[in-house]
């Protein structure tokens, strides 16, 4: 199977609106994040979190997301995943913090993947609970369970913490490298609101 793409320009733009906004208005504020023109959002009782609704992202129902993610989007092509966003909530037991929800978080990121960088972030939102982990990482393909090609480079971001309750959440957003520049993966994060 052969996919062919073409970077989007509303990605770049919402990518470019969001900086500008996080410059003047400062990243992590207690209100809630700026979603970009063309996004929607997937929203839990810990978080609400950004998704391209304009780039074919569809929020999939609770019998299609599976008993561990509280909210999914999947971006699907002739039937591949190209793309897809999830939120995982009190995922782990005894996790009272940003660094333990990211050492939890991120051994589910799986065997063969590359971990690129690991930093902290400031959500938007509840002020007690801002403080979040990012891990930003590579991996290949297998091509099982309708995902792309063997060998299709993918890349993806986890962001980390604990709710203003204390719930631990994982936030993943995985895609197809070619479709997704690095500036996609800020654009995310930054449409993040912790409750």
């Not at 009782?45 to 609770?62: F, I, L, R, T």
């Not at 996790?95 to 929800?101: K, L, N, P």
Request: glycine letters at 12%.
């Amino acid at each position: 199977m052969t996919l062919t793409s073409t970077r989007s320009r509303t990605l770049g733009a919402a990518t470019t609106a969001t900086l500008t906004l996080t410059l003047l208005g400062g990243c992590g504020g207690g209100n809630a994040a700026t979603i970009p023109d063309g996004w929607a959002t997937l929203d839990t009782k810990s978080v609400s979190v950004g998704y391209p609704e304009d780039e074919g992202y569809d929020p999939q129902p609770a019998a299609e997301r599976g008993r561990a993610n509280a909210a999914v989007a999947l971006k699907e092509e002739k039937g591949v995943r190209t793309g897809m966003v999830s939120v995982q909530l009190d995922f782990a037991t005894g996790v009272s913090d940003a660094g333990e929800a990211a050492a939890a978080a991120g051994a589910g990121i799986g065997l063969g993947a590359t971990r690129k960088e690991t930093r902290d972030v400031r959500l938007a939102g509840a002020e007690s609970a801002r403080d979040a982990r990012r891990i930003d990482y590579e991996f290949t393909s297998t091509g099982e369970e309708s995902t792309p090609p063997k060998g299709t480079r993918m890349t993806g971001v986890v962001v980390t913490g604990v709710d203003s309750r204390g719930t631990p959440f994982a936030i993943r957003l995985n895609a197809m490298k070619s479709w997704l520049p690095p500036a996609g993966l800020d654009t995310f994060t930054h449409s993040i609101t912790v409750k």
